[in-house]
Every structure is written in structure tokens, then in C-alpha cells.
């Protein structure tokens, strides 16, 4: 392996490239100059050569000293808040700091004795700016003025702790965790939807006394077949999914004549599926035609006035992403395959395609105000039916290569490299999650706009958010195209940037804020996410002291979202009796003997088996029941410290089948599994509100 140079080396520490970590086996492992290169030219950096290297050094500190002012300050509340302005040696400067609420601070010139310095032939100055340690929360702007002209720069002011929101009180609260495309009506289209939501929190919380439904990310796909069937792999992360629209929910839907809506009933019933795998394709194709046939009714004044103003305050963004949809409808999904003019969203071709398909853009921007509309309709049934904190939304880590927002902000995506893990015990050839990451660099200068409008649009009419693989606010395992997962390298991001904005916009929607917090994590990560009230995740099944044994309830993390299982595993039942074993040695993807394997999951069973009985919360003769195994865990949820408790709404119903297993793509149904019972047979939510075991897992669970 060739080695760094000591030039190549500190430009990667520069930007934030790791040059070595620590694997899964403890072992020491040395990244190459390949995917270092690599690396830096996906960010826009060129050090293929020494000469290359040397030439963006000397670049990058000159910009520093070039530019006037860093595009953006994330400072803490009750923090000095300073910036640093480079003018030219000896020239005066006016600085004033613009407060979100339109007030006027004047900066206060503060001591720098940093020397002048020649920067390209010219002599440069630093200056350095106080507004003190009082500035109210929010995203400010800092005005500058000088002889070089006027600059502005976002000072963000944020809060230091999340916690929990007021509304929760301080209480312990416990919810149900559900994918809800899995979860079925007899209304519904093939597939749940935000009715069903709103029905499930109204018995979840009414009945049943939760709290919460934590439900898959339901982010927009794509509009047209191929839909990809994971929700973790959107075409938006800013957007919603109009698949989740009850096209019968909507006003206009009762104004239309007695032909339309039998025509809509039978596409209903034409896509119920067949109980095995959830068909999107089909059940789009089919939902799309009964919307465009509602949104060509005639609405009332107030419902106008209510869509264009979603309009205007979704701004340039909501019209970009409807004109984006339409494009996929005459083009296809992959926009890198549209003609060239076509590739960039703000061409003239581009801007002529919208005018000329103006009805069906203003369509599919309907369909966000309805979603939006039928997600905040679900949120307030939530809150009506007693839920302390109603929806808890899912944030996913990213987007597809060829989705919407790559389209739209390609250069905020770093190009010729994807996420992913680096090798581990599950997965010993690593990962790549086909998504591209931002560009850390570009994301500063934009003063984390892309992200603040993620954040804010995931936030709105909900009451808490899970972070998916929240550990990608501090670095990304980026993979070089041609790599491979193994050939990749740790990336950093400002960390106190990202997750002081989560803080803000969390904050202002008063939502708790959950990340996802699994696999290989840095200590320090843990702890500071601790520090700044953002809950980490626990899952039973992995949850070990630093000797390998089980963690004592009193040391599971009071500031967690604690549960038995999740959607990559088996639900309980079906994890007790090694389904996961028995369905990884029918895919081809057990790394050992499948002998040994079900010994380790007899193992593991026995071991917890006792740990409950020793605990009181499951009897002796209990012990081969998988069922009363499984409500024996949710109560041993109860006696740890954490103060959010999630229990699987698959467990509740007695499924067994997973939907995801990690691995695969196609060789199992991943993200298409009808929620089912425990004899397989799919399970509607009527029949949820009767059936005797929801109320079993919901006692184990709350009265511990």
C-alpha cells in the first residue's frame, strides 16, 4: 500500500478524512491513498499528484483568509457568540448582527493579535466580532461592510438541551413501532396509509394508553414503477409519500358523480393483493388515476386559499419537486438517463417543460398539500385520543443516487461515492447503501440549508423524530466507486453545526428527538448526544455490558428509546423460535454452519429465559411458551431506566415474519410484508382493536 504524504495527509485532516480507524476485531486498519484521493476529489478536490496535493493546500488556506466571513456560526445558547472578518490590512469594517426578529446588534471589536498575512500578493487582516452570550435562540444574519463591499453570513443560536417535551411532563411513556405500508383496513388500498394511522393512534392511545406510534419514514418515493420498495432509500427526504393518501378521505372526494366513485371503488378492490407481498406498483398506478380524478373537482374558496398558501410558504422547492415528478412521468425515474437539457432544473428546457405541463406540476404539488393535510389530520387524532406525543416520524439517512433531491442539489451531494459500513461481524464484506452523501463542504457554505429545511419539513405536525443512523451527523463511511465497501473511509461533519440545528428545530416544534444510535459508535458520540438530550436507542437483543454480559436493568441509558426487537430482526416470536437463523440459512447468508448458529440461538434463549425468571417476570413453567417468553421481555423492558419503551405492533399481533433482512434485495420480500397474525394470514386493523393479544403486550408493557 502505497503510503500518504505528509502534504496528502494534511489535506485529508483538513476537510475531515480519516487515515486509519479501529475495525470491528479491534484491529488497526490503514486507509489507502486510492480512497483518500478518491475521497477528496467526490468533494471537489484534486491530489491525485504531489504537485495536485500542494496546490489545494495552499488553496484551502487561502480561502480562509480570502473570504470575509465563515458562511455560518453554530454557537450555543448562553455562549460568547464571535466571528472572525479578513478585510484587507488596514481598512475599516462595520459589523451589525440582524436578529431573526429584525432587531439590530452592533459587534463589539474584541482583541486578535493574529498577524496580518500576505495572501496571493495581497496583505490580508483578521478582525474579531462579539455580540455576547445573550442572543435569543434562532438563525441570524451578521451584515458586514467595508471597502471590498457588503457580506452577509447565518449566525445560529441553539439550544444547548432537547429533553423531552412539556408535554410528556417528565413521565416514562411507551408506544407501539409499526411500518405502516405493512398495516391494513378494510378501506384501505393494499397497503396502510395515513387513515390507518390516525385509526391506530386513536385505539393505541384510547385504549390502549401509548403514547406514541413510531411508523417507518415516509418520505417520497418515486412517482412512477419502478417504486422502490424501501422506505429507507426515498427519492425526498423533504417530501411526503403520496402513497400514504386515502384518496376517500379527501373533501372534494364526496362531490364527485356516482361514476366516478364507483370506478375508484373497484380500482380499490382491484389492488388488495393477495396477502403475500405488497404490490406499490400497482396499487400507485391505481391510486394516482382516483387522485388526479379528485383534484379536478372544483374545490371551495377556504380549501383554495388552504393550497395556495401550502404553495407559498413550500416556495421555488414544492415546484421544483412537482416539476421533478412530472419529468419521471415522460422521462422515468433515473433523471441521469433524461435528455441533457432536462438534467438541470433550472434550464430554460426545463423551466418550458414546467410551463407546458403546468396542470399536472400543480398536481402533484396537491398531492403534497394532501399528504401534509392527512398526516396532520392522523397527528391530531393522536393528540385527541390522549397521546402525549402522537406520530414519532422516521428520518432516513438518505436519499437514492437518482432521486429527486440529487436532481434538484447536485452539487450538495458529493459525487462518485456512496454510504455505507465498513466490515463488521454481521456483514464482514462491509456495505453500500447506494446513497450519496452531502458534501460536508458544501453544506457549510450554504450554511446548512438543506439541511435546516429537512429537519423543519420532517419536524412539522408530528410529535418526536427517530434519526436513522444518527451517528451520520458526525461522520459517514464513504465508498468510492470501484472500491468496495472494504476500500472505504470515514468522512466528518460538523457535528456541533447538525445536531445544534436538530436541537433548534426540535425545540420550536416541541417533538422529542430519538437517534438511532446502533452498531459501531465512538464512546464519546453517546455521551455527548446525552449531553445535548438527544435519546440513543437500546434494543434488547444487543444489549451487553463492556463483559459481555447482559446489561443489568439499572444501567440501561434513562435518555433511550428502549425496545425488544426491530424491523431487521424477526419479531419476537418469530426471533425466539430462530426464524432469523432458520430464513438466513434459506437465503444463502449465514456466515457459520447452521448447526451452529440455531446452538447460538438456543444459547441466547436459555440465557434470557433465565434472566426473566430470575427478574419475576416470567414463571417457571412459562418457559417453553415463546408467546409468554415474548410478553416476558416487554415486562423486563419495564424495569430498566429508559424513559421511552417501544414495543413491535408485529409482536402484539403474534407475527412471525420479518420485513427486512438485511443482505438481500429481491431473494426476500424485503419492505412488502403484510403486517400477519400468528398463522401467517394477514391481519387487518379492525381486527387488531378486537384481538386479545395487543391488550396482553400492552399490560406487560405499562405496568413495569
Request: hydrophobic share 40%.
Amino acid at each position: 500500500m502505497t503510503p500518504l504524504s505528509n502534504d496528502l495527509h494534511q489535506l485529508a485532516e483538513q476537510v475531515g478524512i480519516a487515515r486509519e480507524f479501529w475495525d470491528w476485531k479491534g484491529n488497526h486498519t490503514v486507509i489507502s491513498r486510492e480512497t483518500v484521493v478518491a475521497v477528496l476529489a467526490a468533494m471537489g478536490i484534486e491530489a491525485d499528484t504531489d504537485e495536485a496535493c500542494r496546490a489545494a493546500l495552499e488553496q484551502l488556506e487561502a480561502e480562509a483568509w480570502l473570504r470575509v466571513v465563515k458562511p455560518c456560526t453554530v454557537v450555543e445558547q448562553g455562549h460568547e457568540v464571535t466571528v472572525d472578518v479578513h478585510v484587507p490590512a488596514g481598512t475599516g469594517v462595520e459589523v451589525h448582527l440582524v436578529l431573526e426578529n429584525g432587531q439590530v446588534r452592533a459587534g463589539q471589536q474584541l482583541e486578535n493579535w493574529t498577524p496580518d498575512r500576505e495572501v496571493r500578493g495581497r496583505w490580508r487582516g483578521e478582525a474579531t466580532f462579539g455580540f455576547g452570550a445573550d442572543l435569543p435562540l434562532g438563525y441570524h444574519r451578521v451584515q458586514i461592510r467595508g471597502v471590498e463591499g457588503e457580506f452577509q453570513a447565518s449566525v445560529i443560536v441553539v439550544p444547548t438541551f432537547v429533553g423531552f417535551p412539556e408535554r410528556m411532563q417528565d413521565n416514562r411513556v411507551w408506544g407501539y413501532a409499526t411500518q405502516l405500508y405493512s398495516l391494513t383496513s378494510k378501506r384501505s388500498w393494499g397497503m396502510g396509509d395515513f387513515q390507518d394511522l390516525a385509526d391506530l393512534g386513536t385505539w393505541a392511545g384510547g385504549e390502549q394508553g401509548a403514547g406514541f406510534v413510531l411508523v417507518n419514514p415516509l418520505h417520497a418515493a418515486q412517482p412512477v414503477a419502478p417504486i422502490e420498495p424501501s422506505p429507507y432509500l426515498p427519492a425526498s427526504r423533504r417530501f411526503l409519500s403520496p402513497l400514504y393518501i386515502r384518496p376517500e378521505a379527501i373533501p372534494e372526494y364526496v362531490d364527485l358523480d356516482k361514476g366516478a366513485t364507483a370506478a375508484i371503488k373497484a380500482a380499490r378492490k382491484s389492488v388488495r393483493g393477495d396477502g403475500l407481498s405488497i404490490d406499490r406498483d400497482a396499487i400507485w398506478e391505481a391510486k394516482k388515476a382516483a387522485l388526479w380524478t379528485i383534484f379536478q373537482v372544483r374545490r371551495r374558496p377556504a380549501r383554495e386559499l388552504s393550497f395556495t398558501t401550502f404553495k407559498r410558504r413550500s416556495g421555488a422547492a414544492l415546484r421544483d419537486f412537482a416539476t421533478w415528478s412530472v419529468l419521471c412521468e415522460h422521462h422515468g425515474v433515473d433523471w441521469r438517463n433524461w435528455p441533457e437539457p432536462l438534467q438541470d432544473p433550472h434550464s430554460e428546457e426545463t423551466r418550458d417543460f414546467a410551463t407546458s405541463h403546468a396542470e399536472r406540476v400543480e398536481f402533484f404539488a396537491w398531492l403534497q398539500w394532501t399528504a401534509q393535510q392527512q398526516l396532520s389530520a392522523a397527528q391530531t387524532a393522536t393528540e385527541e385520543a390522549g397521546m402525549a406525543l402522537g406520530v414519532l416520524a422516521d428520518l432516513a439517512v438518505g436519499v437514492s443516487v437518482s432521486s429527486a433531491e440529487t436532481w434538484l442539489m447536485r452539487d450538495v451531494y458529493a459525487s462518485g461515492v456512496t454510504v455505507g459500513a465498513p466490515p463488521d461481524q454481521y456483514n464482514q464484506a462491509g456495505q453500500d447503501w447506494g446513497q450519496p452523501p452531502w458534501n460536508p463542504r458544501r453544506l457549510e457554505e450554504l450554511a446548512y440549508e438543506p439541511f435546516r429545511e429537512m429537519v423543519r419539513a420532517a419536524l412539522h405536525r408530528v410529535g418526536g423524530l427517530r434519526i436513522d443512523h444518527i451517528i451520520g451527523l458526525f461522520r459517514l463511511w464513504w465508498v468510492p466507486q470501484g472500491l468496495g465497501p472494504a476500500g472505504g473511509t470515514y468522512v466528518r461533519y460538523d457535528h456541533d453545526a447538525t445536531i445544534g440545528i436538530l436541537a433548534l428545530e426540535a425545540h420550536r416544534a416541541q417533538a422529542l428527538v430519538v437517534g438511532e444510535d446502533l452498531g459501531t459508535v465512538e464512546p464519546w458520540v453517546r455521551q455527548y448526544l446525552a449531553r445535548r438530550g438527544i435519546l440513543g436507542t437500546g434494543v434488547m437483543w444487543w444489549e451487553y455490558d463492556r463483559e459481555g454480559n447482559l446489561q443489568a436493568p439499572e444501567n440501561w441509558r434513562e435518555y433511550s428509546m428502549a425496545s425488544v426487537t426491530t424491523h431487521d430482526l424477526p419479531p419476537t416470536v418469530g426471533y425466539l423460535e430462530g426464524g432469523h437463523v432458520e430464513l438466513r440459512h434459506e437465503l444463502g447468508i449465514l456466515t457459520e454452519p447452521l448447526a451452529d448458529e440455531l446452538a447460538a440461538a438456543r444459547g441466547e434463549r436459555e440465557m434470557w429465559v433465565a434472566r426473566l425468571i430470575e427478574f419475576g417476570v416470567l414463571a417457571p413453567d412459562q418457559a417453553e411458551d415463546p408467546v409468554e417468553v415474548m410478553l416476558a421481555l416487554h415486562r423486563y423492558l419495564g424495569l430498566t431506566r429508559a424513559k421511552v419503551l417501544v414495543a413491535a405492533l408485529a409482536d402484539a399481533v403474534g407475527e412471525r415474519r420479518t420485513q427486512n433482512q438485511p443482505g438481500t434485495m429481491n431473494e426476500y420480500p424485503n419492505w412488502r410484508v403484510p403486517l400477519g397474525d400468528a398463522t401467517g394470514e394477514v391481519i387487518r386493523l379492525e381486527d387488531i382493536f378486537t384481538a386479545e393479544l395487543p391488550t396482553r403486550v400492552a399490560a406487560a408493557i405499562r405496568n413495569h
